[in-house]
Protein backbone atom coordinates (compact mmCIF):
# COMPACT_ATOMS: atom_id res chain seq x y z
CA UNK A 1 0.00 0.00 0.00
CA UNK A 2 3.11 2.07 0.32
CA UNK A 3 3.74 2.09 -2.96
CA UNK A 4 0.63 2.38 -4.44
CA UNK A 5 0.11 5.90 -1.91
CA UNK A 6 3.77 7.14 -3.35
CA UNK A 7 2.19 6.66 -6.65
CA UNK A 8 -0.80 7.72 -6.08
CA UNK A 9 1.32 11.24 -5.23
CA UNK A 10 3.36 10.67 -8.37
CA UNK A 11 0.69 10.60 -10.82
CA UNK A 12 -1.97 13.05 -8.87
CA UNK A 13 -1.18 16.08 -11.18
CA UNK A 14 -0.76 14.10 -14.48
CA UNK A 15 -4.43 12.72 -13.75
CA UNK A 16 -5.96 16.12 -13.23
CA UNK A 17 -4.70 17.40 -16.28
CA UNK A 18 -6.47 15.00 -18.22
CA UNK A 19 -9.09 17.47 -18.78
CA UNK A 20 -6.92 18.90 -21.33
CA UNK A 21 -9.16 18.13 -24.07
CA UNK A 22 -12.11 19.46 -22.59
CA UNK A 23 -11.33 23.01 -24.58
CA UNK A 24 -8.84 22.35 -27.21
CA UNK A 25 -9.63 23.60 -30.78
CA UNK A 26 -10.77 20.52 -32.24
CA UNK A 27 -13.12 19.90 -29.02
CA UNK A 28 -14.36 23.11 -29.28
CA UNK A 29 -14.83 22.96 -33.37
CA UNK A 30 -16.70 19.09 -33.36
CA UNK A 31 -19.25 20.99 -30.82
CA UNK A 32 -20.15 23.75 -32.59
CA UNK A 33 -20.51 21.48 -35.11
CA UNK A 34 -24.09 20.54 -33.28
CA UNK A 35 -24.33 24.17 -32.58
CA UNK A 36 -22.80 24.13 -29.22
CA UNK A 37 -20.57 26.18 -27.53
CA UNK A 38 -17.20 25.04 -25.70
CA UNK A 39 -18.76 25.19 -22.27
CA UNK A 40 -22.19 23.70 -23.19
CA UNK A 41 -20.88 20.86 -24.84
CA UNK A 42 -18.19 20.75 -21.46
CA UNK A 43 -20.93 20.24 -19.64
CA UNK A 44 -23.27 18.35 -22.02
CA UNK A 45 -20.43 15.76 -22.81
CA UNK A 46 -18.55 15.19 -19.93
CA UNK A 47 -22.20 14.35 -18.34
CA UNK A 48 -23.64 12.86 -21.54
CA UNK A 49 -22.37 9.25 -21.07
CA UNK A 50 -24.72 9.24 -18.01
CA UNK A 51 -27.51 9.01 -20.35
CA UNK A 52 -30.55 10.24 -20.02
CA UNK A 53 -31.05 10.85 -16.53
CA UNK A 54 -32.49 13.30 -14.35
CA UNK A 55 -31.74 16.57 -13.24
CA UNK A 56 -30.90 15.41 -9.75
CA UNK A 57 -28.54 12.88 -10.94
CA UNK A 58 -26.70 15.50 -12.89
CA UNK A 59 -26.58 18.53 -9.92
CA UNK A 60 -24.65 15.56 -7.68
CA UNK A 61 -22.82 14.01 -10.38
CA UNK A 62 -21.14 17.85 -11.13
CA UNK A 63 -20.91 18.08 -7.47
CA UNK A 64 -18.80 21.56 -7.81
CA UNK A 65 -21.67 23.39 -9.59
CA UNK A 66 -24.56 24.97 -8.60
CA UNK A 67 -28.08 23.40 -9.54
CA UNK A 68 -28.68 27.32 -11.38
CA UNK A 69 -25.69 27.41 -12.90
CA UNK A 70 -24.95 23.50 -14.56
CA UNK A 71 -29.06 22.48 -15.33
CA UNK A 72 -29.03 25.20 -18.20
CA UNK A 73 -26.04 24.16 -19.77
CA UNK A 74 -27.36 20.39 -19.20
CA UNK A 75 -30.78 21.33 -21.02
CA UNK A 76 -29.18 23.72 -23.43
CA UNK A 77 -26.97 20.85 -24.60
CA UNK A 78 -30.50 18.08 -24.40
CA UNK A 79 -32.24 20.64 -26.95
CA UNK A 80 -29.55 20.04 -29.58
CA UNK A 81 -29.12 16.30 -29.35
CA UNK A 82 -29.73 13.40 -26.80
CA UNK A 83 -27.22 13.06 -23.90
CA UNK A 84 -25.85 9.81 -25.28
CA UNK A 85 -25.05 11.47 -28.51
CA UNK A 86 -23.14 14.33 -27.38
CA UNK A 87 -21.23 12.03 -24.66
CA UNK A 88 -19.92 9.66 -27.60
CA UNK A 89 -18.85 13.12 -28.86
CA UNK A 90 -17.23 14.00 -26.21
CA UNK A 91 -15.24 10.55 -25.72
CA UNK A 92 -14.49 10.60 -28.90
CA UNK A 93 -12.74 14.48 -29.07
CA UNK A 94 -10.85 12.31 -26.01
CA UNK A 95 -9.42 10.32 -28.59
CA UNK A 96 -8.79 12.19 -30.92
CA UNK A 97 -6.63 14.28 -28.75
CA UNK A 98 -4.77 11.42 -27.62
CA UNK A 99 -3.98 10.61 -31.60
CA UNK A 100 -2.92 14.25 -31.83
CA UNK A 101 -0.59 14.99 -28.74
CA UNK A 102 0.31 11.60 -28.02
CA UNK A 103 0.70 9.31 -30.58
CA UNK A 104 4.92 9.97 -30.66
CA UNK A 105 4.60 9.38 -26.88
CA UNK A 106 7.47 6.62 -27.08
CA UNK A 107 5.81 5.01 -24.02
CA UNK A 108 1.91 5.35 -24.58
CA UNK A 109 1.10 1.77 -25.25
CA UNK A 110 2.71 0.72 -21.89
CA UNK A 111 0.54 3.81 -20.02
CA UNK A 112 -2.26 2.13 -21.99
CA UNK A 113 -1.65 -0.67 -20.59
CA UNK A 114 -1.16 0.30 -16.93
CA UNK A 115 -4.30 2.69 -16.83
CA UNK A 116 -6.68 -0.08 -18.40
CA UNK A 117 -5.48 -2.39 -15.81
CA UNK A 118 -6.51 -0.06 -13.43
CA UNK A 119 -10.16 1.24 -14.83
CA UNK A 120 -10.80 -2.33 -15.18
CA UNK A 121 -10.25 -3.60 -11.59
CA UNK A 122 -12.13 -0.83 -10.11
CA UNK A 123 -15.76 -0.82 -10.11
CA UNK A 124 -17.32 2.15 -7.68
CA UNK A 125 -21.23 1.58 -8.78
CA UNK A 126 -23.09 4.31 -7.50
CA UNK A 127 -20.92 5.75 -5.33
CA UNK A 128 -18.92 8.10 -8.26
CA UNK A 129 -21.46 8.28 -11.38
CA UNK A 130 -19.24 9.96 -13.54
CA UNK A 131 -16.57 7.64 -13.17
CA UNK A 132 -18.89 4.78 -13.50
CA UNK A 133 -19.92 5.83 -16.78
CA UNK A 134 -16.89 7.02 -18.44
CA UNK A 135 -15.67 3.62 -17.63
CA UNK A 136 -18.10 2.06 -19.12
CA UNK A 137 -17.50 4.23 -22.85
CA UNK A 138 -15.85 1.28 -25.01
CA UNK A 139 -12.13 1.55 -25.22
CA UNK A 140 -10.68 2.73 -28.78
CA UNK A 141 -8.01 -0.01 -30.24
CA UNK A 142 -5.18 2.56 -30.14
CA UNK A 143 -2.77 2.93 -27.40
CA UNK A 144 -2.65 7.23 -27.79
CA UNK A 145 -6.55 7.42 -27.90
CA UNK A 146 -7.13 4.53 -24.82
CA UNK A 147 -4.95 6.20 -22.77
CA UNK A 148 -6.25 9.49 -23.26
CA UNK A 149 -9.65 7.95 -22.47
CA UNK A 150 -8.28 6.31 -19.69
CA UNK A 151 -6.58 9.35 -18.26
CA UNK A 152 -10.02 11.37 -18.49
CA UNK A 153 -11.64 8.05 -16.80
CA UNK A 154 -9.00 8.14 -13.97
CA UNK A 155 -9.54 11.89 -13.71
CA UNK A 156 -13.50 11.12 -12.73
CA UNK A 157 -12.34 8.72 -10.40
CA UNK A 158 -10.46 10.88 -8.64
CA UNK A 159 -13.13 13.50 -8.71
CA UNK A 160 -15.75 10.87 -7.79
CA UNK A 161 -13.88 9.82 -4.15
CA UNK A 162 -12.36 13.38 -3.95
CA UNK A 163 -16.52 14.04 -3.44
CA UNK A 164 -17.06 11.14 -0.88
CA UNK A 165 -13.99 12.88 0.89
CA UNK A 166 -15.46 15.66 0.78
CA UNK A 167 -18.10 15.10 2.67
CA UNK A 168 -16.40 12.72 5.05
CA UNK A 169 -14.90 16.11 6.16
CA UNK A 170 -17.87 17.83 6.55
CA UNK A 171 -17.10 20.34 3.73
CA UNK A 172 -19.42 21.86 1.08
CA UNK A 173 -19.08 22.33 -2.49
CA UNK A 174 -17.93 26.19 -1.93
CA UNK A 175 -16.09 25.60 0.96
CA UNK A 176 -13.68 23.10 -0.22
CA UNK A 177 -13.33 25.86 -3.74
CA UNK A 178 -12.90 28.84 -1.51
CA UNK A 179 -10.29 26.95 1.13
CA UNK A 180 -8.16 26.27 -2.29
CA UNK A 181 -8.38 29.46 -3.89
CA UNK A 182 -10.18 28.47 -6.88
CA UNK A 183 -11.05 30.59 -9.33
CA UNK A 184 -14.10 28.70 -10.47
CA UNK A 185 -16.05 29.90 -7.83
CA UNK A 186 -18.48 32.39 -10.16
CA UNK A 187 -18.40 30.09 -12.61
CA UNK A 188 -19.66 27.05 -10.76
CA UNK A 189 -22.37 29.64 -9.94
CA UNK A 190 -21.00 29.98 -5.98
CA UNK A 191 -22.34 33.99 -5.53
CA UNK A 192 -20.27 36.54 -2.77
CA UNK A 193 -19.92 36.30 0.08
CA UNK A 194 -17.52 33.15 -0.39
CA UNK A 195 -16.79 31.18 2.95
CA UNK A 196 -13.95 33.28 5.26
CA UNK A 197 -11.25 30.67 4.67
CA UNK A 198 -9.90 29.98 8.19
CA UNK A 199 -7.59 27.67 9.83
CA UNK A 200 -9.87 25.09 10.77
CA UNK A 201 -11.18 25.18 6.63
CA UNK A 202 -7.88 25.05 5.44
CA UNK A 203 -7.24 22.04 7.88
CA UNK A 204 -10.28 19.76 6.88
CA UNK A 205 -9.58 21.06 3.08
CA UNK A 206 -6.38 19.88 3.45
CA UNK A 207 -7.33 16.79 5.08
CA UNK A 208 -10.21 15.77 2.54
CA UNK A 209 -6.72 15.80 0.16
CA UNK A 210 -5.04 13.65 1.79
CA UNK A 211 -8.14 11.17 2.95
CA UNK A 212 -9.01 11.61 -1.60
CA UNK A 213 -5.08 10.22 -2.07
CA UNK A 214 -5.78 7.52 0.30
CA UNK A 215 -8.89 6.08 -1.81
CA UNK A 216 -7.25 6.52 -4.94
CA UNK A 217 -4.31 4.35 -3.18
CA UNK A 218 -6.27 2.09 -2.47
CA UNK A 219 -7.90 1.61 -6.32
CA UNK A 220 -3.96 1.88 -7.72
CA UNK A 221 -3.05 -0.89 -5.42
CA UNK A 222 -4.15 -3.43 -8.28
CA UNK A 223 -0.59 -2.85 -9.59
CA UNK A 224 2.08 -5.04 -8.60
CA UNK A 225 5.51 -2.81 -7.39
CA UNK A 226 7.35 -2.84 -10.36
CA UNK A 227 4.14 -1.39 -12.41
CA UNK A 228 3.28 0.87 -9.39
CA UNK A 229 6.87 2.29 -10.19
CA UNK A 230 6.69 2.50 -13.53
CA UNK A 231 3.80 4.23 -13.43
CA UNK A 232 5.38 7.07 -11.44
CA UNK A 233 8.45 6.92 -13.41
CA UNK A 234 6.48 7.55 -16.93
CA UNK A 235 4.02 10.13 -15.70
CA UNK A 236 6.14 13.75 -15.71
CA UNK A 237 6.31 13.00 -19.54
CA UNK A 238 3.13 12.28 -19.82
CA UNK A 239 2.01 15.26 -17.57
CA UNK A 240 3.98 17.64 -19.98
CA UNK A 241 2.12 16.52 -22.98
CA UNK A 242 -1.02 17.36 -21.22
CA UNK A 243 0.25 20.70 -20.34
CA UNK A 244 0.74 21.43 -23.64
Known sequence: MDTA?????????TVQAAG?????????????????????????????VLGDVDDAAVVAAFHHFTADALLPLWQGGRKVAPPERIGALYAQCARDWGREHLADLPEAARLAEITTTIVRANDLGALAPLYSAWRGVPLADDAPARLAQNLQTLR????????????????????????????????????????QVTDELTARRRAAED?????V?????????????????????LGARLAH
Open 5 to 13: RATTRAVKK
Open 20 to 48: AFFFAPHTVARGAELGLDGVTLYVAGRGG
Open 156 to 195: EHRGGLHVLALAAHRLTAVEAQAAEASPYLEFYGHTKPFP
Open 211 to 215: TTDEL
Open 217 to 237: AAAYAVLDEAESAEFAALAPA
